[in-house]
């Protein structure tokens, strides 16, 4: 029998004939207004936040202390039970690949930002201006995940895990917040709170990992949209399988920090021990915090993002899994995208 244990800020846990479902949360900080429930379409459930403050919740000591997400596993299994499998026709695979091209920031001055190396996942990297951190709040406690701006109508669109926006199923996240070009805490971007978050149904309804992937729509900062100040990644859904990749994350379980970047990379294979999630790995071995991270198709942050860091298996696991972008989070994209 195998055990699995906590990746990214997400984990799945393998126990005899069965996997668990993972999960976190995540939600934000807007204008006030009357509280709404979650709007469910039927491949999409979306959530408006209406708290205020989240910015200044967000403090150094805060963003350091927060939680890897992988904890949230266990409550995920308790929750969920054991996966069921999915006929592959739900997963609108072979449909034509669809691409949204990326978007530059405006031109204007950037601050300079330095690198301290830190213990290696597969590569220490630079800061990149749209790849970031994202904390949350659940249940009281505090949490951290990876995340990444991408290319948007609305100019204000981030990519998580999932379990970064809403348990999965349950409550979706407070306090959302994405710190782009985190580095050793700082902000050097600014921090940017959440107008909306967004789940595939099937996702927010059964924390099916097939789906593991949200997104949120971020209110202006200093009334500036955030890919005008960070730019944008291009994205692409219903992609080969088996392509290389490099992903991006943030990993802040042991024996890393979260405090910087790191990156893995390799050529993606289907997850053996449950293909029913139709997900694909590549060599990494991050850790609780990445969750959320983006993969990128080819080698460098400049590539169209398809998928995003969500599980792995062993205590010293040396690959993560990501979910397939088909056309069901496809539309979580879209209509996050025009809100």
């Given amino acids: 029998m195998r055990t699995p244990k906590t990746l990214a800020t997400s984990l799945l846990t393998l126990s005899a004939a069965a ?17 709404k429930a979650p709007v469910s379409t039927s491949d999409v459930t979306s959530h408006t936040v209406t708290e205020t403050g989240a910015a200044d919740y967000w403090t150094a000591d805060r963003m350091r202390n927060a939680v890897p997400g992988d904890v949230l596993a266990d409550k995920a ?64 406690t505090n949490y951290v995940c990876s995340g990444n701006a991408v290319s948007s109508g609305n100019k204000s669109t981030v990519s998580t895990a999932g379990h970064c926006v809403n348990e999965g199923p349950g409550a979706f996240a407070t306090k959302f917040t994405f710190v782009p070009a985190y580095l050793n805490g700082a902000s050097p971007y ?20 097939t789906y593991d992937t949200g997104f949120a729509v971020m209110s202006t900062l200093n009334g500036q949209y955030l890919s005008d100040v960070v730019g944008a990644s291009g994205l692409q859904f219903n992609a080969a399988r088996g392509l290389s990749y490099k992903s991006f994350g943030y990993p802040a ?18 997850d053996p021990y449950n293909p029913q999630f139709n997900t ?7 850790t609780g915090g990445s969750s959320g991270g983006p993969w990128f198709i080819g080698t460098s942050a400049s590539g169209y993002q398809n998928s995003i860091n969500s599980y792995g298996y062993g205590t010293n696991s040396t690959t993560m899994y990501g979910p397939y ?11 996050a995208a025009a809100s």
């Fill in 190 to 209: 600014g921090k940017w709170t959440a107008k909306a978050l967004y789940a595939p149904t099937q996702w927010s309804s059964s924390g099916d990992m």
């Fill in 77 to 140: 299994m308790k929750r969920n039970g054991k996966a069921a499998a999915k006929p592959a026709a739900a997963l609108l695979e072979g449909a034509a690949p669809s691409t949204v091209e990326a978007t530059a920031p405006k031109q204007q001055s950037q601050p300079a930002l330095t690198q301290t190396p830190q213990t290696k996942a597969n590569a220490s990297e630079s800061p990149v201006p749209h790849i970031g951190k994202v904390f949350f709040t659940l249940g009281g």
């Fill in 325 to 335: 972008w088909g056309s069901v989070i496809q539309q979580a994209y879209t209509t």
């Fill in 19 to 35: 996997l668990l479902a993972l999960s976190a949360a995540g939600a934000a900080t807007a204008s006030p207004a009357p509280a």
């Fill in 253 to 270: 379980a042991a024996p890393f920090n979260g405090e910087s970047l790191k990156s893995c990379s390799g050529t993606a294979t289907n």
């Fill in 280 to 286: 694909q790995g590549i060599p990494c071995n991050m």
